[in-house]
């Protein structure tokens, strides 16, 4: 802003004091323009900005709230995988060593055999019947574990496919929640210039009353230099007027009129006297 101080109004003269209240008020409108202008439009801007990108930065972090949720219940998902995967490779590690030799059909075919003897009574003395039904037993006994070592082998299969499912969506939500924190931080950093913008506008409209108040300040100090002034000239413009001036017009004046009354020719100066208010 250009200067506006006032160094010494006292030694301006009439033109110059005129001239420096226009200079000043011209001034004081520009200020006052500015202030309105931070007041209804860059100061609304500011906070409907910072608004904004608060309530874009709630949602970020709800939604990495919630990304943080989905990330520990599918790591909890994994942990408890792990340890299923785990027994069930140690249950089929022990199985391993104890299966029968025997093939599954084999044994199916042996266990039936024996109890068709044993539905047909085929055996000679109880003692054979308990040997027919202890090779039956025997068989059974293989069979299931020849069946429980393939449903633990397919339900480590599952476990396996299930695991490997929850770690590639641990790696997506991993990936989510990076890209996530990358877009709140740059979103933070908005706000905060956002906050300092708002800020330089609060110091321009700072700077801006501190000017108006100076001006205004000076201002007065001009008008009362002016009003002095004023009434300096006035007073020696009295001081000028010879003692009998106002008389002898008066007498001009008086005989003017009655000129015209009589309806004689006026003198332009005679005119001027009678209708000029100022005259006196």
Not at 65 to 91: C, M, P, T, W, Y
Not at 139 to 160: G, H, T, V, W, Y
Not at 201 to 212: D, K, T
Request: charged share 35%.
């Amino acid at each position: 802003m250009e200067d506006n101080s006032v160094p010494n109004i006292m030694s301006l003269g009439w033109n110059d004091l005129v001239h420096l209240k226009r200079k000043l008020s011209t001034s004081l409108r520009q200020i006052t323009q500015n202030i309105i202008d931070i007041d209804t439009n860059k100061l609304p801007k500011a906070n409907h900005q910072i608004h904004e990108e608060k309530t874009f930065l709630n949602s970020l972090l709800t939604k990495s709230r919630h990304i943080q949720s989905d990330i520990q219940f599918a790591n909890e998902e994994l942990f408890g995988l792990s340890g299923k995967v785990s027994q069930s490779k140690n249950f089929l590690s022990v199985m391993q060593n104890r299966l029968p030799e025997e093939k599954e059909d084999s044994l199916l075919q042996r266990a039936r055999v024996n109890e068709s003897l044993i539905q047909a009574g085929k055996y000679d003395s109880t003692r054979e019947k308990d040997q027919i039904l202890s090779v039956i037993r025997e068989a059974s006994m293989k069979l299931e574990a020849i069946k429980a070592f393939r449903i633990i082998k397919d339900q480590l299969q599952q476990l396996e496919i299930q695991s490997e499912r929850t770690k590639k969506s641990l790696l997506i939500l991993d990936d989510e929640s990076k890209s996530l924190q990358q877009e709140i931080h740059r979103c933070k950093k908005r706000i905060q210039t956002s906050y300092d913008n708002k800020h330089r506008i609060i110091e321009e409209r700072s700077r801006c009353l501190s000017e108006y108040n100076e001006i205004s300040l000076q201002l007065k100090k001009l008008n009362t230099q002016m009003d002095t002034a004023a009434d300096q000239k006035r007073r020696k413009r009295q001081g000028q007027i010879p003692p009998d001036y106002d008389e002898s017009i008066h007498k001009v004046k008086e005989s003017a009129r009655k000129k015209m009354q009589d309806g004689a020719k006026l003198t332009l100066e005679e005119l001027r006297l009678i209708y000029d208010e100022n005259s006196l």
